[in-house]
Every structure is written in C-alpha cells, then in structure tokens.
C-alpha cells in the first residue's frame, strides 16, 4: 500500500492539472448558470419596467384616438417620448406605427420597422403586449386601440447589448474571480496534499474542491444580489409610474377623490396583481388617502429602512395640495431570488463534486497504468485502475440519458399531442426505452463473448448517442419513440458490456467491490444528469440539451475507443442469461420469490419510472415548476435511496429480518406517494405547503427504495428456492424479473391518468395499492422468514 | 362615355355654386375657413341641401358633386388612386336627419384616414319602396361594391327587399337589429349580405354599468316619447323587462303630446321623485333613465327641477353639457361612434378582408361615456373610477370641459 507522504512529480502534476480542468469546468458551469439566470431575472425586470413606461404612451395615445381620431393628428408624442428616451439610456427608440406598418412618430434613433412577431407573448394588464426580438435589438410593442379596432402600435426599441452589459460588467468581475479560484485549488493540489498522509489526501482534495466552489459562489452570490437590487427598484418605480398615471387625470382636473368610488380597490389591485410589493399608497398632503389595505387610510406612511421605495409625485410643484403615489418593494424579493440561485448552485455543487471525484480517480488510474509496464504483473492497484477507466463511460451513459428527464414526460406528452393521439400515448416513448432496455441484455450478452465488452461499450455509446442526436432535430412522435428505443437499446448493450468489463478485469475475489462501480455510476450520473440538465434546458433549449449529450456520448465513445483495454470476460453472459431465463420458471414457482417480485420487487421499480420519472415531471410541469425545480426534486430521490442503502444494508445484515425491512419499504412508499397525494387538497395559493409536501414525499420514497433495493436481492437469495438454483442465478433472476416493472411503470400510470386524468390524488391510490401488496407480502413472513432463517444458518454453516 | 375635361369642369361650377350658395366668397372657396365661423344661411343652397349635408371640412378632402337628380349625389376622393381599381360604394338614406349628417361625416372621414379608394354615390330613397327598387337597381348594374344603409328605416325595408343579394350591406345609424329580430344574436354574424352595427347598447351591458353605479337600484324611472314607438321598442321595453326580473321598481314616464311635453315633465317627473322617496328616502338608489326621444332630453332642465337628488341618466351623449341643465352621467353610442365603427365594417368588406355575413353585430366597446362633476356633486353622488377613466367628454365643477373627445383641454391641477 502507498502511505508515502511525497508524491512523484509526475503524479502530483496529473492531480494538479486534473483538478484544474474539473474545477474550471465546474466554475464555469456555475458562472454561466448564475449568469443565465441573472441576465434572464434582470431582463424581466427591465421588460416591466419598459412595458410600464410604453404604457404611459399608449395610454396617451390611446385617449386620444378612443373616440376615433385619426392617430396621426397626435401632436403630443414627441413631448412624452422624447424626455423618456433622453432619461432611460436603455432606449435607443420611441415610435408609433400605424395599423399598416408606417412609422407614423419617431422619439430618438430611427428604426424603421417593426419586428417580426416571432417571441412569446405576454399578457400584461389586459392588454397584449409582445416583446420581439431581432439579432441585436429588442423590442417592446404595445397594441394601440380605439374602440373600433386596432390602430398601430407604439414601439420601444433597446439595443439587446445594453440590458445584458449590466450583467457582463458584473460577471466578468466573477469570470477573473472563478480562474484565479481555479489556478489557486490546482496549485494547493500540487504543492500541499502531497506532503499529506496518503489515507487524508483525497479529504484534503475535497475540502479544496468545496473551498474553492464556495469562494467563487460566495462572489457569485452577491453579484446576484447587486444585479437584482437594480432590477427591483427598477419594478417598484415601474408600478408607481404606472398607478400614477391612471390617476394624473384626476389631480389634474381637480376632482375631489371622495367623489370616486374604486381607487382603494385599485391598489388592492395592484398588489394582487404584484404580490411581491409590500405596500402601494396614495398620499395626499403626507396622509394616505388610498392603500392596498383600507384600514391604512388617514395614517402616515409607514417607511421601512428594508425596502425599496419609490415615489412619483402627481401633483404640480407648489399645488395647493401634495399628491404623490408610493410603492415600497421589500428586499426581500431579493433574497427571494438568491434563495432560488443558491438551491440550483447546491445542485449544480453535487454535480461538480461527482465529475471531479471520478476524473480524480480517472486521471490517477490513466497515470498508474502507463507507468506500469511490465507485462503479466497485475497488482491490486492496477486492477483497480483499469476498471476506473470503465467508470466515467458509465457514469457519461447514465448522465446523457438523464440530461432529459426533468422535461422529458411534458415533451412526450405535447409530442403525443401534436401527433393527434391523447395524453396516454405520452408514456408510449418511456415504455419504448425500457422495454427495448430489457430485450437487448440478452442478445448482448451473447455478442459480447464474440466482439468483447469494449466493442459492447462502443456498440452501446453509438446507439445511446444516435437516439439523443434524433431527438435534437426536434423530430414527430413517432420517431421520438423510436429514439427512444435505439437509446434503449444503446443503454441496454452499454449495461452489459460494462459488467463484463468490470468481470473481465478484476480478480474473482474483488468481483463485488468492482460491480458496486455500476452502483455508484447510476446514481451519481442520474443525480449529475438530472441536475445539470434541468438547469441548462432554461438557457439552451431542449434540443440542445439532445444534442449536448449526443455530443458528450460522442465524446465518450472516442474516449472509449482509445482508452479502453480490449479483454472479453470469459464469462458467457447469453449462457448465464439463458439459464437464468430457464431457471425463472423454478424462481416462479417458489412462493417466496414469487411474492417478492411480485409484491414488492416489481411495484418499487414501476413507482421508480411510473412516477418518478414519468408521473411527477409531469405533474410539476402542469402545477407551474420550474424544470430545474423537477430535475432537484429527482435529485432529491436519487440521493435519499444512496444514503438510505447504505444504512438498510448495515440493518439487513445485523437483524437478518429482510421481510419486515422490505415491508416497511413499502408502507413508506405508500405513504410518501399518499403525503404527494395530499397535495390536491391544498389550497392552490399555500404554494410552500403544496412544495413542502412533494418535497418530503419524493424523500420517503427515496427511503423506502433504499430500504427495498438491496435487501430485497438478501431476501431473495437467503430463501430456500436459492439453495436449490443457486445465489447468482436467484440474484440474476430477480434482477431480470424486476425490469417488468420498469417497463409497466410508465404505462400503468400513463392509462390510469387517461382514465382519471393527471391528478395528484391518482399517486394516493397507487400508495394504496402499494400498501396492499406490502401488506399481502408480510402476512407470509413468518413462513419466509423460517425459509430464509434455516438456509441462512446453514449457509454461516 | 363623358368627357373627363367637361365632367371636371361641371363639378368645379357646381362646387363653386355651392360655395356661392352657402355665403362663401367666390374668390377664396376656402371650405375650413367656412367651417372655423357660423356660416349665414344660404341665400341659395344645392339641390340636395334639404337632405344631405356634411362638415365642410370633408371637402378637403373629398369632391362633393350634385346632380341633376336632387337625390342623388356623387362623392370623388381628391387623392389619386393608388391602386388602380376604385371601388365604389352606395349609401341610401331615408330622409333628412342631422344623425345622418354626422355619420356621413365619419364615414368619409375614416375612409380618407384608412386611404380606403372609393367613389360614393349617395342617394335618398325618400322611404319609397319603389324608388328603393330603382336604387338597387342601379346598384345591380353600376358594380357596387358595397350598401351602406342609412338609419333604421333603410336598414329594415332592405332586410326585407335585398337579404341574400349579391352586395354586401352595413347598416349605420341603425337600431338595435337583435331586438328587431334582423340578427340572431350579438356575437354572430348574419350569414347573409348584410353585417349589422347597433346604435343601441345591448341592455345587459348598458345595465351592467347601471349596477356599478348603483348596486343597490331600487327604483328607475324611464322617460319616453309615447310616439317614439322605436325608443319604446329599443331603449324602454328592454330596461323594464332587465328590472323587473330584479325586483327593481319601475316607473314609466311617457310624454303623450312632445309640444307639451314640459307641462307633462312637471307633473310626471314630481310624481315619479315622490314615489321613489317612499321606498328610498334619500333616492340614493334611484335614477332617472332618459331615453333617446327628442322631445325628452330636450326638457332636461324641467327633468332636472323635479328630480330632487335621484340621478339623471341618459342613453344619449349629447345631453351630458357644461352647465346645471345636464344630465350627470350618459352612457350610450354617439352617432359619431356608430359611423365609425360602421365605416371600419365598410373597408373591411370592401377591401376583402372580412366578409359581410362573418361579421358579428358592431356595438362600440366602451360605450360613449360623458360625466358633470357639477351635477355628480350637486346631487352627491359617486362615481367608479372606471368610468371617469372611461368617459371620452367630462365637465369639472365649474361646468367647464376639461376632457373632450377622450383628449384633456383643461389642466387645472
């Protein structure tokens, strides 16, 4: 074993360039989400404000050609937008166009017409406003109408550079920040953790790994928080322009405000519309006259050191009474906001981690092996190196696939949809991966004695990387399913080409060390995926998210083709496929394994695709949350069964009761799905307590799948029907017998949603039935346990 | 064929006739300078002038020409076509009526803002079924493009004698055609040659308005011409069946001889003020609705005198002025408002973007809206701010305008 404390050169150079490259795609990874979702928050911002300020003109406009005036005999345009124009340097442009197209009134630079209607809509106020993008430029265009129809739009044109130069003058402070934080880790690697003691330094390397993601996210964070600030007093002075204004006329006319009935409501109004705003007033000689709450009328205002104010005065300087409007933002918005950059950075952190613990161990394997060369020595660590180098093509495959999944059902479902078929057909591309998933391991077993576990893994990588690069071109339903199939089948080849890798390169003795590669590859590629995937999607679009991992596998595949030694197992995978195949029907036979599978084996893995993957994004989708939001919530599954694995294993092997753990796995199941459930019951507008609940319920059945997947293998192969056909083929039978429920998954809940409709409650009545089946399965336990106990002491025997 | 040069040089003598006709001096012709002062009466006026007038301001744009048919007139754009294929489009009116005058006016207003390229023959059928078919047949055979049907009358004989003929029809200036049974309903278009506008407010949403500003109305008296059978029929009937199945009293006011109508108005309107009084002591949820007859809204003063503090509504816009002998509050369609809209149906049928049968009944949304504060504060009333932010024509206290036509003339803050 090397305890040595100096490590050669050569090696701690590999470390140090190795950390560098992870750490600075992990920096920029995080730079550029928190960039994305700054300049998309910052840009919201400015849009309001910028809709709010077209409206001051379109509502001008607007009382005068009401009645039916011609737009052109407007001569007060020039008066309003000029002085809007010189004031906000973010407008290059004010103009009118008339309902044929023409320039009609001009404030500012000349554009000379109006944008094609190719961006998203926004429904503001009740009135349409669109905001069109052209290459460089923006544009905000608000209708203008009589009471007769349409008679032009009024324009505001901003150079798309000026919004998004805030956002990079402030993010390429944290660019510089993010390098030299990069350069600083990779040199702490190199110079520090070699004096360390062998068994501390991948805690060292950690430690810096996080310290330096945490500096740069600190820097991040409160560049975040200053960009936000702007945008915020932007949205405040934005509803105070806009309440103003629909007041202006009655000041002006000096009409006395206990003569109008509605202006209370009016900022009740606005704060409704606008809940983010603490309070709106109306104010007259320092006394409110009019405030979202009425009981406020007559006080003073109430100013909070805490907020951000904004005060638009109505009246004429030295009236004979002082009206103004005030409307105060708390910075709390804020930190709002940074709460919801913080949870995706905290994502995106794991991700990292993972990518930079396994290249760790990649670039030291890649580096131990070429420095061994002398041919039929094969040490411990040799071997461990080679089957690190399998380790990131499964981790990749596992990534790519789960790029996808956060916004892979609504996509299936508006496919399905646009193809003309109802929403259950959506399930059909799920049901396509897995069952194509099931069919190819056992062909692929077969070939792999033939071509070799890396020519597998090729095959695999080609046709897993194919299906995502079809489903980039943004294809029709059919050809989805399709896709989805050929990375069914890709995944399912690259699966055992992987298992035979790792057989064909360690040592019989240190088989099931090796195979937990497989274990950790899923889960942290499924967690990595999920979380990088569902953040990116926001920025780059789903087909890019298609092609990114088309690409990656690509990049795989090469990595693959050079990097990994050609060996076959030795192991007939058809052979051990087909006698499991044969010895299925004994298994089935048996009681206890019949029960098993069927009460509990099967259910877990169709909740894991039914509704993890399938149900809830949909769910999510339709009850308004963000992608990333879904793709965390996953996350979240993905890590409660890691971590509930490792203690339900240690609990397995000491009570040597696995009957009572799986069933406690699945009365948790149940009532995680029924806590999920209680969310239909809730009030709409609770949003934290609806959040809080599918929170809580993903995390309970992320348990009780860690309480279910390894025991269950333990229960099975301590039964007595496992002395007879064997432990392996016991395990491999299961294993194989438990796919039924990934492929029935998808397509129970997807008919049970066509029957009953997309609901929460449908998740209860599965739980119900999941309880059931547990219920059903420990009713036997006594007989199993005494099967499992005898063969269990005679097996210590 | 007729010769262009003596066509032009025709209507330059008429059009310079005319000018002389109507007190403008011969030298200048100068119609907008006619139109910034009283014109005096015409010494001698065309030979359509008894049924056919129009602001003068629209021969700036337009070359209005007489005939030798006093009903039938011939309007020319003054711009040159830009496409080549003028359209042409025939208007029939009934008879004389100051509301035609003003539509008209729109109309060839919004046609000149929309540089819609039509010639318009205007003709007066004199509500004479047989010179109506003579009309028609000169439509059949000219190749118009369009009818227009001016007022009630036109509309309801050519809904008898021309639904499903090959033009296209508008109806302006016209009553309500649901209640008149001429469209199936408001939101549907008549599937035939005809597309209809309202002049009337359907009564659902007129009464919507009535509820904001009164939500808790117990009584509403309406005020009517007896003779007026149309106002009975569009403006009265509907608003008594609307209270009755909401248990809101109604009081019929009905002037039976209009040349005695303020006598009338005395007596009707105090009786009516009393017997509100007995169910809403302070009439705060009470309203006087006046309807569309002349003879009514021309005693608004008498109406005023008798009402005590119960509010003066009115369909018609005009009866909101500066002033104590207003109304407080119109909510209703200007003819002005009806013209344009049915103008804007004009150029979208004649410029084939709609097709007259798809167009559903035009009823101008929002309404026209006129408030006097003078009134609302005599009387103690409040208003939403939905309709002060609605109202195209508002009069501060002072009786002064300080918004005419939805634009500000008055910065008094």
């Known amino acids: ?157 901003v150079p798309s550079q000026k919004v998004t130069e805030r956002v990079e003058t402030a993010f390429r402070q944290v660019m510089y920040v993010g390098a030299a934080v990069s350069v600083g880790f990779a040199l702490f690697v190199f110079f520090f953790v070699h004096n360390l003691a062998a068994s501390t330094r991948s805690r060292w390397v950690a430690g ?90 007559g ?84 071997e461990l190196a080679t089957i690190n180098l399998v380790k990131p093509v499964f981790f990749l495959a596992v990534f790519v696939e789960h790029l996808s999944y956060a916004f892979l059902p609504p996509l299936m479902k508006a ?84 298992q035979a890798y790792i057989l064909a390169n360690s040592s019989p003795g240190r088989r099931t060390q090796a195979g937990s590669a497989i274990v950790y590859g899923f889960q942290a590629g499924m967690i990595a995926g999920m979380a990088i995937g569902s953040l990116l999607v926001s920025y780059v679009g789903v087909e890019k998210i298609f092609l990114l991992g088309a690409v990656i596998a690509s990049a795989t595949l090469i990595y693959g083709l050079i990097g990994l030694p ?12 087909h006698s499991a195949w044969r010895e299925m029907a004994t298994l089935i036979k048996n009681g206890v394994f019949a029960r098993t599978v069927l009460l509990v084996g099967i259910p877990a893995k169709a909740v894991l695709t039914g509704i993890v993957l399938f149900a809830m994004p949909l769910l999510l989708t339709q009850n308004g949350y963000a992608r990333e939001d879904i793709g965390q919530i996953t996350m979240l599954y993905a890590g409660c069964v890691i971590i509930a694995s490792h203690f339900a294993s240690v609990r397995a092997d000491r009570d040597n009761n696995t009957a009572s753990i799986l069933f406690n796995g699945s009365t948790m199941t149940a009532c995680g799905l029924a806590m999920i459930a209680a969310v239909a019951f809730v009030d709409p507008a609770s949003s934290v307590v609806a959040t809080s609940l599918i929170i809580v319920g993903v995390a309970i059945i992320g348990i009780a799948h860690g309480y279910i997947n390894a025991p269950i293998v333990t229960h099975v192969t301590n039964s007595r029907i496992s002395q007879q056909v064997g432990m392996t083929s016991t395990a491999a039978g299961y294993r194989l017998l438990e796919r039924i429920g990934h492929v029935a998954g998808p397509i129970l809940v997807g008919q049970l949603f066509v029957i009953f409709g997309a609901s929460w409650t449908v998740l209860g009545a599965i739980g119900l039935g999941i309880f059931l089946l547990g219920a059903i399965f420990v009713s036997h336990a006594d007989a199993d346990h005494e099967d499992g106990v005898s063969l269990s002491s005679e097996a210590r025997a | ?81 830009n496409t080549g294929v003028r359209k042409r489009m025939l208007v029939i009116y009934p008879r004389p009526s100051s509301a035609y005058d003003i539509s008209i006016t729109k109309i060839l207003n919004v046609f000149e803002d929309k540089s819609i390229d039509a010639s318009v023959t205007v003709m007066n059928f004199l509500n004479d079924p047989a010179r109506g078919r003579a009309v028609l047949k000169r439509a059949e055979s000219g190749n118009y493009d369009l009818i227009m049907a001016m007022g009630s009358e036109t509309t309801a004989w050519l809904w008898e004698a ?39 407010m359907p009564i659902d949403v007129q009464m919507a308005y009535v509820n904001e500003l009164k939500p808790k109305l117990r009584n509403i008296a309406i005020l009517v011409d007896s003779r007026n059978v149309s106002a009975i029929e569009t403006q009265s009937k509907p608003v008594v069946d609307y209270a009755k199945t909401r248990n809101i009293r109604t009081l019929e006011i009905a002037v039976q001889n209009p040349a005695n109508a303020r006598a009338e108005l005395e007596t009707l309107v105090k009786d009516a003020t009393a017997q509100m009084m007995r169910n809403d002591p302070d009439l705060s949820n009470s309203i006087y609705w006046v309807t569309g007859s002349t003879s009514v809204f021309r005693e608004i003063a008498t109406i005023n005198a008798y009402s005590s503090r119960a509010a003066v509504l009115s369909v018609v816009p005009e009866i909101v002025k500066g002033g104590a002998d207003s109304a407080v509050l119109s909510i209703g369609i200007s003819f002005e408002s009806n013209a344009h809209l049915a103008a804007v149906y004009a150029a979208e049928i004649i410029t084939g973007r709609m097709r007259a049968g798809e167009l559903k009944v035009g009823v101008v949304s929002p309404p026209d809206i006129a408030i006097n504060f003078r009134k609302v504060r005599d009387i103690g009333m409040t208003l939403p701010l939905s309709f002060f932010e609605a109202a195209s024509t508002i009069y501060d206290y002072e009786g002064n305008p300080v918004r005419v036509d939805g634009v500000s003339v008055k910065q008094t803050g």
């Not at chain 1, 206990?258 to 109306?282: M, T």
């Not at chain 1, 050809?479 to 990375?487: E, G, K, P, Y």
């Not at chain 2, 040069?5 to 000018?19: K, M, N, V």
Request: charge should be neutral; glycine fraction near 8%; proline fraction near 4%.
């Open chain 1, 1 to 157: 074993m090397n305890s040595s404390r100096d490590l050669p050169v050569g090696k701690r150079l590999i470390d140090a360039f190795t950390m560098l490259i992870v750490a600075s795609i992990s920096m920029v990874l995080l730079i550029y989400v928190a960039f994305g979702e700054a300049r998309r928050n910052y840009e919201r911002f400015q849009i309001e404000k910028l809709i709010a300020q077209g409206q001051v003109v379109q509502s001008s406009l607007e009382s005068f050609v009401r009645p039916g005036l011609p737009a052109h005999q407007y001569v007060g345009f020039n008066l309003l937008a000029e002085p809007m124009v010189k004031a906000d340097p973010l407008i290059d442009a004010i103009s009118f166009f008339n309902a044929n197209g023409e320039r009609t009134f001009q404030a500012g630079q000349a554009h000379n017409q109006i944008f094609p209607r190719i961006s998203e809509t926004l429904k503001v106020n009740d009135s349409q406003v669109t905001v069109r993008h052209s290459g460089d430029a923006f544009q905000v265009v608000l209708p203008v109408r009589n009471r007769f129809e349409q008679v032009g739009h009024v324009v505001l044109t």
């Open chain 1, 208 to 297: 810096g790994f996080v310290a330096s993601f945490l500096i740069t996210a600190v820097f991040v964070v409160s560049t975040l928080v200053s960009v936000y600030a702007q945008g915020a007093q932007a949205r405040a002075k934005s509803i105070a322009d806009s309440l103003s204004q629909r007041l202006d006329d009655l000041v002006a006319y000096n009409i006395n405000f206990d003569d109008i009935v509605g202006i209370i409501p009016l900022f009740g109004e606005y704060k409704r519309l606008n809940p983010e705003i603490r309070s709106a007033a109306l104010l007259v000689d320092g006394k409110i006259r009019a405030h979202a709450d009425p009981a406020r009328r």
């Open chain 1, 299 to 382: 006080t003073d205002w109430d100013h909070r050191a805490d907020d951000y104010e904004y005060t638009v005065r109505i009246s004429a300087e030295g009236a004979a009474r002082e009206v103004i409007v005030k409307v105060a933002l708390p910075r709390d918005i804020v930190y709002q906001q940074i709460f919801r950059s913080v949870k995706n950075f905290t994502a995106l952190f794991v991700a990292s981690g993972f990518f930079a613990a396994l290249f760790m161990g990649l670039a030291r394997s890649l580096k131990q092996l070429s420095d061994s060369n002398v041919e039929g020595q094969w040490t411990q660590e040799e």
């Open chain 1, 415 to 498: 496919s399905a949809a646009a193809a003309g078929l109802s929403g259950g057909w959506g399930s059909l591309p799920f049901v396509a991966y897995y069952l194509a998933f099931a069919i190819s391991l056992y062909p692929s077993g077969r070939i792999e004695r033939s071509f070799g576990a890396k020519n597998l893994i090729i095959a695999g990588l080609t046709l897993a990387g194919l299906g995502l690069f079809i489903m980039s071109m943004g294809v029709d339903f059919w050809t989805t399913v399709l896709a989805r199939a050929l990375s069914g089948i890709g995944q399912g080849v690259l699966f055992i080409g992987v």
């Open chain 1, 566 to 577: 050609s060996r076959t197992s030795g192991t007939d995978f058809s052979d051990t496929m």
């Open chain 2, 1 to 81: 064929m007729r010769n262009p040069s003596l066509e032009l040089d025709r209507r330059s003598f008429i059009r310079h006739a005319t000018a002389l006709a109507m007190g403008i001096p011969a030298a200048t012709t100068s119609w907008s300078a006619w139109a910034q002062q009283a014109p005096a009466a015409p010494a001698a006026t065309p030979n359509y002038w008894d049924w056919f007038k129009y602001s003068p301001k629209i021969l700036e744009k337009w070359i209005v020409d007489a005939t030798d048919n006093p009903n039938h007139v011939e309007i020319e754009p003054i711009r040159r076509s």
């Open chain 2, 162 to 200: 021309y639904r499903g003929g090959r033009i296209p029809v508008v109806s302006v200036c016209s009553k309500d055609p649901v209640v008149l049974g001429q469209s199936p309903g408001y939101n549907k278009g008549s599937n035939t040659n005809f597309a209809f506008t309202s002049l009337n």
